[in-house]
């Protein structure tokens, strides 16, 4: 993506990588190598989600019941924290980010928000997993641990999520920001998640490269999807998320895998 057209608030190499803070407008954005947007928040609603593959990781709000307490497996910018830290204040929210840069530049020019409720690590997300082993459960893990080279290489592994499935309450719910590029760690992925997840969706976020995992200890819960429509325009107002919207890509997704596997359904 072309930053030429916002004002670079701060820009240096990191081992060799170009990673640049641009604001345009009210958006303020983080760049990795001047092309890969990593993270954008709204500087007037940091809470409101500004790139379309953060609103599909939280497609499965619906599904849980109660969210007291959050893991967020790379901070980036800060907008997963943001959204978090607005829409759920009883909760307690983990932050997990394994670049000191990083995390700095989300504390110093994404306003990212610390306090008794939000706790931000600096740790590799499977270090910090193993050093939690049995400690405690949490209702909601998200996890979008990117770098320019793609997908963080320690995390996205079959023993990742095996640490994820036993960090996970019950009724709790991983959401997983993927990258179709890599097609078969992609794969790979999608195993070891459908392994350790009795319940999963898969879908593609329209219009870009990436590919959200949804996944459950137990099946899907597709009942709590099952509203009226009074409560579904309650629930998009109170998260401004277009749930219906959402959905309709999840049919789309899974009738074109059912298609794949089996070429006469219809």
């Known amino acids: 993506m ?5 004002e670079i608030l701060h820009r240096e190499e990191w081992n060799g990588d170009l990673v640049e803070v641009i604001e345009n407008g009210d958006n303020r954005s983080l760049f990795f190598a001047s092309c890969f947007l990593q993270s954008r928040i709204s500087l007037v609603c940091p809470a409101s989600l500004q790139l379309s593959y ?8 619906p599904a849980l019941q109660s ?75 998200l996890v979008d641990a990117f770098d320019h080279r793609g ?3 320690t995390i996205y592994s079959r023993g990742f999520f095996e640490h994820c499935m036993h960090a996970l309450a019950p009724d709790g719910m991983i959401s997983c920001n993927l990258w179709s590029g890599e097609k078969k760690r992609l794969d790979d992925i999608r195993d ?6 009795e319940g999963q969706i898969f879908l593609s976020v329209p219009n ?9 200890r137990q099946p899907v819960p597709w009942h709590r999807f099952t509203l009226s429509k009074k409560k579904w325009q309650d629930l998009e107002e109170r998260f401004d998320l277009d749930f219906r919207k959402m959905l309709k890509v999840v049919r789309r997704d899974s009738r074109n895998l059912l298609q794949r596997y089996f070429p006469f359904f219809r």
Do not use: K, W
């Not at 070891?192 to 997840?197: N, P, Q, R, Y």
């Open 2 to 6: 072309d930053t030429r057209n916002g």
């Open 192 to 197: 070891g998640i459908s392994a350790c997840f």
């Open 67 to 141: 969210i007291g307490s959050i893991l967020i497996i790379g901070v980036g910018a800060g907008s997963l924290v943001h959204f978090c830290h607005h829409h759920f204040p009883e909760s307690d929210i983990e932050a997990v980010d394994n670049s000191p840069h990083v995390i700095d530049l989300a504390r110093g020019y994404f306003r990212l928000p610390e306090n008794d409720r939000v706790h931000v690590h600096c740790s590799d997300g499977l270090a910090y997993l193993e050093r939690q082993a049995g400690r405690r459960r949490f209702d909601l893990i």
């Open 151 to 153: 997908m963080a290489e």
């Open 54 to 61: 953060t609103r599909y990781m939280l497609l499965g709000l």
């Open 208 to 216: 870009r490269g990436n590919v959200v995992i949804l996944a459950f």
